[in-house]
């Protein structure tokens, strides 16, 4: 997989540094309370929402337990609607198979809906890479590409920044991309979209290839669905004549009907909406409505990998609603960025390690980038079990081994022997107790806990011999 941001330091020393940027945790704070309180008036409307989740997760189960049946059924309805379909196996194949049909247009720049796909396999820059310019228009993307900086968040890339720092990019860099920022810009809300909305229409009107994710296919009619709340996509999906989407495998359903459930489920958790503003639906090709050619990319690039492990697969249930991150304790303090992915949060914890694999010092880390606290979980609109899934993958990367897993296993396997020893363990118990001033505030090995905490005092006395001594 590609997508890694590079340079990034592991987990937790680019955490370390987030927690210290003041502005960037008020930010966060300030975006992830907002978007929690409101997802949760929004849920409590329905007095069906555990059943519409179960649902939801019976349906993304299913799906992939079936999953080459479906993707056939998906590829025979696309062309039988007059799409093209393109397989492509990992980040670079899919990279060539866009550039080489934007080529085959004879175009040099092309507008693009939100797609985390395409983040993930670093789309544009091989674009760029193929003298081809990619104009993201999304309004949290178009910030994000303007400022040069990188996503830090599934719902709203552009968390970390506030209107003042977006006023400041717009004026600074909207002239390097296209139509400058109007002069005097504030940063008020209808101002900001304002001068991005004179920005892009330039571009909408002009471009004549588009390119897309989806947030759901459809196998039985090979529909494509984006749900988005800004029209851009909108846009984007109509007015180009030529159409090519991005979808991860793992995005298909088996039937129109089951769509039902995750218009319900998937706005609810993202935006806190009954429905989103804009759902897209295409299939195909009509003469005379829409793009004349279409073609969709199917993207493997780990998920088959991650399909063959029976505790890990259920990170692919995944209907990027955000609501995870929104919640979670560890991304409030350490945004997105930390991650090293494109996939922030707790379902990036679960999903980046096992679309990309654990040799890296970032995707061995992310695992452990979670208290456990099982926020995630009691939120996710499809019940995947995120704090499993991490303990799952805590224990892979333990296996591979590695200086301080080396360590661990041989300090277990010492207290597993003491333990099954109950006279070796009482004297060792009293030895503790008898030496207890004399142990170190930080003793080697301990820094990471020892750096933000005490470590507890031993008691005067063993629990055994305390417990003897009682009347009874």
């Keep these: 997989m590609s997508g890694t941001f590079v340079g990034m330091p592991a987990f937790p020393e680019a955490a370390r540094g987030a927690v210290q940027d003041a502005t960037l945790r008020a930010n966060l704070r300030h975006a992830t309370h907002t978007i929690r309180d409101k997802r949760a008036t929004a849920v409590a409307e329905l007095a069906d929402w555990p059943e519409l989740r179960e649902a939801g997760k019976q349906i993304k189960d299913h799906t992939l337990r079936h999953l080459d049946r479906y993707l056939v059924m998906l590829e025979e309805s696309v062309v039988r609607a007059g799409g093209t379909v393109h397989w492509a196996a990992d980040a670079d194949e899919a990279n060539r198979i866009v550039a080489d049909l934007v080529k085959a247009t004879g175009e040099h720049e092309v507008v693009k809906v939100k797609s985390m796909a395409t983040q993930e396999i670093g789309l544009n820059e091989a674009l760029a890479a193929e003298g081809i310019s990619a104009y993201e228009t999304d309004l949290a993307e178009l910030i994000v590409q303007l400022g040069h900086d990188r996503p830090s968040h599934i719902l709203v890339p552009a968390i970390h920044r506030n209107r003042g720092e977006i006023r400041d990019i717009f004026r600074e860099e909207m002239g390097n991309w296209g139509r400058p920022a109007p002069d005097g810009l504030g940063d008020s ?44 996509g909108r846009m984007c999906l109509t007015l180009p004549e030529t159409l090519i989407s991005v979808v991860g495998i793992e ?48 993207l493997d690039n780990g998920r088959t990998d991650t399909l063959a492990d029976e505790v890990g697969r259920q990170a692919l249930r995944c209907i990027r609603c955000s609501a995870c991150l929104n919640v979670c304790p560890v991304y409030e303090r350490a945004g997105g960025h930390a991650y090293g992915s494109v996939y922030p949060g707790p379902i990036g914890a679960i999903l980046s390690p ?27 609109p499809v019940a995947i079990d995120i704090p499993e899934v991490l303990v799952h993958l805590r224990e892979r990367v333990a296996d591979r081994g590695g200086r301080g897993h080396r360590l661990e296993k041989a300090a277990m396997k010492a207290a597993s022997w003491a333990m099954d020893r109950p006279a070796v363990l009482a004297a060792a118990e009293r030895a503790a107790t008898r030496t207890r001033r004399m142990h170190p505030a930080n003793p080697p090995g301990a820094g990471a806990w020892t750096a933000g905490r005490a470590l507890p005092q031993l008691p005067p006395e063993p629990f055994r011999d305390w417990w003897k001594k009682r009347d009874r």
Excluded at 266 to 281: G, H, V, W
């Design 189 to 232: 809300p209808a101002e900001l979209a304002e001068a991005a909305r004179l920005h892009l229409r330039e571009k909408f009107l002009r471009a004549k290839v588009g390119i897309s994710g989806a947030n759901f296919m459809v196998a039985e009619t090979g529909t494509l669905v984006v749900l988005e709340s800004e029209g851009n």
């Design 251 to 298: 995005k298909v359903i088996p039937t129109w009907q089951d769509l039902e459930v995750f218009l319900q489920t998937l706005p609810r958790s993202s935006t806190a909406e009954r429905m989103n503003p804009y759902t897209t639906m295409w299939t195909g090709t009509t003469d005379g409505d829409g793009p004349s050619a279409f073609h969709l990319v199917l």
């Design 354 to 380: 096992q679309l990309r694999g654990t040799a890296s010092e970032i995707d061995a880390s992310l695992p452990y980038a979670s208290s456990l606290c099982g926020a995630c979980y009691e939120v996710c």
